[in-house]
Structure formats: C-alpha cells, structure tokens
C-alpha cells in the first residue's frame, strides 16, 4: 500500500507542494497564534484588585479559534489529496487521462464547494478539544480527590470520543473529496442492499461500504509520532525560557502557557505534513471499497494481495 501511494505521489509531485504550503501557512498561523497570547496576557492580565475574568475569556476564544484553524487546514490539505488519487484511481485504467493538473481542481473545489463541509466537521473536533482543555484546566484547580479523579474519568471519556469523531472525519472528508458530498451526507450510516454498493454519484458514506466489502481493518492511525514530536518540542521550548530568560517571562508566569502553546505546535505541523501519505492511503481504501474493479485496472497485484486477504 506504501509502495502504491508513493508510486502516485511521484506522478504527481503537486501533492507534496500542497502538504508544505499547509505547513507554511500553518506556522504562519502559529507564529500570529503565539504574538496574539503574548500580547493579550500583556493587555488582560489583571492586577492584584482585578479580577481574571476577561483575560479568562479571551484566552478561551483564543485555544477555540487556534483549534478550529489547525483543524480546517488539516482537512484542506487531506480533501486536496484525495481528490487527487480518487481521480487517478478511477479515471486511470480506462482510456480516460486523468486532469493535467488535478492537485489544482481538487484544491479549488476544496476551498469553494466543499469549504464549508470542512469547517463544519471540523467545528466538532475543535469543540471537543476546548471542553478537554477546560476540563484539564479545571482539574488542576480543584482540592479534592473526589473531583479530580470525576475531571479525569470525563476527560478520559471525552478523548476516546474525539478519537473516534477524528478517525471517522477523516473518511467521510474523503467521500467529500471524491463525491463532494456535504459533510452530514458523508459521516451518516444507513442500510443498503449489496447490488447498491457500486460507483456511482449517489455512492453510499464510507463506513456502510467498508462494512459491506468486508474490510473492516481499514488502518490504525498511530499518533504516537505526532505526540513525541509535540513533547519534544514542547521540552525545547521550556529549555529556551529557563536558558534565555526572555524579559517578557521574567516571573515565569508565561512558561506553562509557553509550553502548551509549543507542544501544540509540534503536534499541529507533524500532523500536516504527514497528511498526504495518511490520505492517499485512506483514499485507496475508500476506492477499493466503493470499486474494487479499478484497483484491479490500475493495481492489480495490490488487488490481488487485497482479495486474498480481505480482513487483513
């Protein structure tokens, strides 16, 4: 499967253009992320008679809005490439010549047709994370037990749904990327007959197909890269405060938002640039599910590793 995307990503080396643009203008993002805390801890932070309220609020618009951006530039850059490899997976193979430039169709129906499909699923997992941010913030604040351990087990709970919702996401983006599907047609389930489960334009969401192919273990998404890569960096950025001694820090009331702010960092740019093998690999699974006949065109001896072992 990795010899498969790999092989598609040196046709098309726009693939690889897209993922490092997402990675600049995510740090872009990041940088102006990061000037924005400082100066309003500079401008909100209250005195010894004020109270922290509206510095409070704005920190929590703050992690909203940072989450939310990271999330639609991920899923941008994730629908731009499935895009391409759906286009060279069922065009490819049949006479037909897949668009001389399709990183660029793909792109521009990401950011017009199906921008707002993006933002919305993304929206949840951007929810999500605050509540957990809130919760996390809220169980270093209280004195009992009892509480944290209730904070905790939430928390817990809380991690294993956004887990899901961002593994599920990245599927019915790819449905979005092929179909141009709005995101509530392509994340909901329904039942449908086998006969049905052919390409077409009123293809059913992604699961009921995987579900109905057979192949259940699609791919175990392992963020243990992207976490290292988050704690390295978070751990560079504490080593810089406590060498450095930066002016703006000199009571140390900045380091731990310092370094959450550069353990997200990691983990965001991580992420971004991994996307384009994660998606031409999630995007031949949906493919294969939805028309296993074209993998045979294109790919046949990975058709034929595929049909012998189907729950592998």
């Known amino acids: ?25 995510q740090t872009a993002y990041n940088f102006l992320f990061i ?25 929590v618009f703050l992690i909203f809005s940072f989450y939310w951006t990271t999330q639609v530039i991920f899923y941008v850059t994730h629908t731009t ?9 069922f065009l490819t193979g049949l006479g037909q010549q897949a668009p001389r430039n399709p990183t660029a169709a793909s792109f521009r129906r990401a950011m017009t047709t199906s921008f707002g499909s993006i933002c919305f699923g993304a929206l949840f997992v951007a929810v999500l994370n605050l509540i957990r941010a809130l919760l996390y913030d809220a169980q270093q604040q209280v004195d009992t037990p009892c509480a944290a351990f209730v904070l905790c087990l939430v928390q817990c709970c809380l991690g294993y749904i956004q887990a899901l919702l961002e593994y599920f996401n990245y599927y019915a983006y790819t449905q979005v990327a092929i179909y141009g599907k709005d995101f509530c047609t392509a994340a909901k389930v329904r039942t449908m007959e086998p006969s ?7 293809a059913s969401d992604t699961w009921t197909l995987i579900k109905d192919r057979g192949i259940e273990a699609i791919i175990n998404d392992n963020l243990t890269g992207g976490i290292l890569t988050g704690v390295l960096t978070a751990l560079f950025g504490y080593l810089y405060l406590v060498i450095t001694r930066p ?3 000199a009571g140390g009331n900045l380091t731990p938002v310092l370094v959450l702010i550069s353990f997200l960092l990691g983990i965001s740019m991580f992420g971004t640039v991994a996307t384009v093998i994660q998606s031409g690999v999630a995007t031949t699974f949906v493919c294969l599910a939805e028309d296993p006949e074209a993998l045979r065109r294109t790919k046949p001896e990975l058709y034929e590793m595929v049909r012998s072992n189907p729950f592998v």
Do not use: K, W
């Open 247 to 249: 002016a703006y820090n």
């Open 196 to 202: 049905a489960c052919q390409h077409q334009e009123n």
């Open 81 to 89: 490439v499935a895009g391409v490899f759906a286009s060279y997976y």
């Open 35 to 59: 000037f924005t805390v400082i100066g309003c801890y500079q401008v909100y932070y209250p005195g010894p008679q004020d109270s922290a309220t509206r510095l409070n609020v704005v920190v």
């Open 1 to 25: 499967m990795l010899r498969t995307v790999t092989s598609i990503t040196r046709l098309y080396p726009a693939t690889l253009v897209m993922a490092f643009l997402s990675l600049l203008f």
